[in-house]
């Protein structure tokens, strides 16, 4: 017929699965990690290809992204010719098939399953075992579909051992395992028992069926090829051999095999409702990594049946649809606003998104509205959770009144990182000597104390500590007794100690301790009680906050700080490894905003200047192929950027209000600039850089001194880029704030999204006034004496007089005997103000680039243009082809990956040359190199 189907009872199973030991388990552990591999790498877009079902088409340029044209595009359909090419698989798929085929022969021998596919769907049902092993999906199901003598190797307590170091490789089938599941609970859970259907596409040896034979109002129609489904009937028929536990309502499963590719002309869904598909009932159709195989043309015409399901007379308005898929051609890209206008395209609601490996894969849960009506059905809105954030990033801003109501209050600023009030100096310190957990365990002294961490915020200095519990505390850095700077004392016990006078505060900024106090013996508990309550009230406290290792503190009422204002990120996204960065600039905050909200500059000033720069084109000869599209989401706004009108976006980057810039991209890298407006003339940016943490990178940071090592890397990549930026922006600063040029006299290319950062910034002071003018006391508590300054108590003329002491460029500190006092907080200890030490280890990289490479040193401008002559040795510059007589290339000028580790390495030695006694000879030779001197 046109299609094979079996329709199989199904019953319940609690027996416990037998687990003899295993006999082979290195060979099975081998078979393992290669599919896991396999299955990770076939879906990568790096030049990866996925296993084949049937030919592929290659992916088709990008879709400019509009509801008419995907709406067209499904309609119409694209011609065919544009995504006629298809891929062929990689070598290391190929390799590990054939492994891992003969692996699973060799599991299988003897067996009385009757599969035939050995290696592309098994590899699959063995991982999902293994993984319920572990506890990291809920699958009872798919070891008892094993065979007897074997499944051992997956469901035995030493298999967790033998197999935890492959396990992260699995990742990709865990998530996509548990998000399907969540979909179908959430979808039963609407039909509350009533009769509903549930169809999965390339289901191949699923186990869902089975696993939720307990929901007889539910029936399973499983879609894959055919020499698939008749191993999986079988599989069932020999389940229900070994496990019947008597349940007592029949559920049936039917199966339709046939290859999708066969559908270019329609036809699936009549398929479906000859093998009995109710179309009255709610109706759940789930794609689970099948889509890779099927061309384009055949899957456009099962995306307009499968969105019109719902529009016919007498069927469902309840219909859902749920991928763990590729979206391709229709979707390129990994971002939630462009599948959202996707789905808004077909008639349907995307109710939940994340993507992974640069959009290859979408995971989504979408809704078929109401074709009365427009909007959500019954179903959509049972199984919508909490509203989608439309983001372009996977970490998102959560205020989004800021957009609509411009404000620089009732924000929260990142002011820190968690291992900043640890008490650690630098990233590489703090991961040297991060717990397992993630945490950072405090840095105490000889004499059991720690110190609290200082800063500033829009000018205002705070003090941030940990109490005896462990909770973060944050007060303004003035003692309420006589002004001391409490950052100058030390936290004991949880306790902040004045440095002055030793008044102490403890839980929330409570004054707990009054030295003085105890001169006094006849005073009560109760007076001295009092007393501690009054020097409490004077103290000013801030909301603050701890969030994914970002130290948070509220600008507005205390009482009013909301922590689901706080900064997210996506749930359920890949994992990523952070690296932190610190950089302390010169300049007012606005400029490094501008800076970071700036493409075309990436290109010309930075022109490749460092290895990720390079690696996705940011170099000067490629900047006449720049194009750029504003955009806004409910983060913020800002730009995606392309290389020519057809090109697939490739960075992106995003004001999110009032001081957060996001870049991001296809690829899943991410980074944050939270940048704080320190004081007038000085800024602190906490950058945050996500790196995606698949099976390679997470097996990298597992070896001991690795992620030291990476964090040490990506530092001195910010590093250069900072002292690159930062010189150009102190000139600007003191042309426009000093000499009195404008912002910006007349824009180009990019310079749309300056102008409409300035446009919000201006509205933002408007309603809320200027945000440098602060008090440092409680406006509820009445000083004891109100002024008291070098020029006397008139306001005004105190006003003046510190109105014309010029912007605070520098850290000016004032030594002293016990402690130091740094006026300037917070210090100034990285680049590109503090930069003397990178400097230096540039000078070793500019040495080891010219020596093994003969390139130009860091300093040259420009290096990728055609038109500037390379510095090259004479006979080089002698060397011709033979066959042609044209010179050979010329080298690319950025640094060596070599010699950004010989810099990082440097870092570290002058870092600690006084230790190893080498602070003398570090100096001499980089004076000496610096001079072109080297001996």
Sequence with gaps: ??????????????????????????????????????????????????????????????????????????????????????????????????????????????????????????????????????????????????????????????????????????????????????????????????????????????????????????AFYEVDLPEVVQGKAELYEKYLRENDDGYDKEVTSRFLGK??????????VADLLDLGLDPTKPTLFVWEAVLFYVNSGPKREIFKELYSFNKLPGRTKDTAVVFTDSLKPFVDVPFTSETDKFFKGLDASLLSHRSRWGGAVHFAATVLNDPSTGGLTPLGESMRGEDLVMSYTPTQSNNKKLLAEPSMDDAWYAVGYAWQVAGYSSAVEAVMAQAPDGSFPTKVSSDGTTKPYATRLWNEPLVVYRDADGNLVCVTDVCPHRSAPLSMGTVEEGRLKCFYHGWAFGEGGQCVDVPTQRSNPNGSEEAMAKFRERVTGCAKRHAVAEKDGMIYVWRGELLEADASLLPSKREGDMETQPIDTVLDYAVDYSYIVENNLDSPHLFYLHDGSVPPIESIGMMSKNLPDLRLRPFQDDCGFGHLGRFKDNGRVKKLLRFDPPNVVRHGGVSGFEEEFHIVPVSPGRARVLLRQHLPKGPILSTIVSIPGMLP??????????????????????????????????????????????????????????????PWRNTLQNVESKPSIPSGTTYGDDEAVVELARSTQGRIVDASETVGIKQRYVQQTPEALYPPMNSASYLQALVVDDLVKGLFQGLEPAGTMIKTEKSYAPRVRPQEAKEVDPATGVRRPEPQRIPTFAGLVAAAVTWGVVENAEVLGLREVTEKMALAMQHGLFL
């Design 1 to 218: 017929g046109k299609h094979s189907s079996v329709i199989v009872p199904c019953c319940a199973d609690t027996r416990p699965i037998p687990s003899p030991m295993p006999s082979s388990t290195l060979f099975v552990r081998l078979s393992l990690l290669l599919s896991s591999l396999n299955i990770v790498s076939s879906f990568v877009p790096s030049g990866a290809r996925p296993l084949r079902l049937c030919p592929l088409q290659s992916s088709p340029p990008s879709v400019d992204f509009n509801e008419e044209r995907i709406g067209e595009a499904l309609s119409k359909g694209v011609v065919e010719d544009d995504f006629a090419e298809s891929d062929e698989q990689n070598v290391f798929g190929t390799l590990s098939d054939a492994i891992t085929g003969s692996i699973f022969s060799v599991l299988h021998l003897g067996s009385d399953c009757g599969i035939k596919d050995s290696s592309k769907n098994l590899r699959v049902l063995w991982v999902r075992a293994l993984l319920h092993n572990y506890g990291e999906v809920v699958d009872p199901v798919a070891a008892k579909l094993l065979p007897d003598k074997t499944r051992g190797l997956v469901t035995s307590e030493y298999s967790k051992g033998l197999f935890s170091p492959i396990r992260k490789f699995a990742e990709w089938i865990a998530s996509r395992t548990t998000f399907i599941d969540e979909s179908l609970d959430s979808f039963l859970s609407h039909t509350g028992g009533e009769p509903c259907n549930v169809v999965l596409f390339g289901s191949g040896y699923d186990t869902r069926a089975l696993r939720y034979r307990k929901h007889p109002e539910a």
């Design 259 to 268: 290859d999708l590719n066969e559908y270019s002309s329609g036809g699936l």
């Design 709 to 770: 090592f990476l964090t040490s890397l990506v530092n001195n990549w910010n590093y250069h880029i900072a002292l690159e930026d930062g010189a150009v922006m102190q000139g600007q600063s003191h042309l426009i704030e000093d000499m009195g040029a404008p912002r910006m006299q007349i824009g180009a290319l990019g310079d749309d999204l300056m102008s409409r950062y300035w446009s919000w910034r201006t509205k933002a002071h408007e309603r809320s006034g200027n």
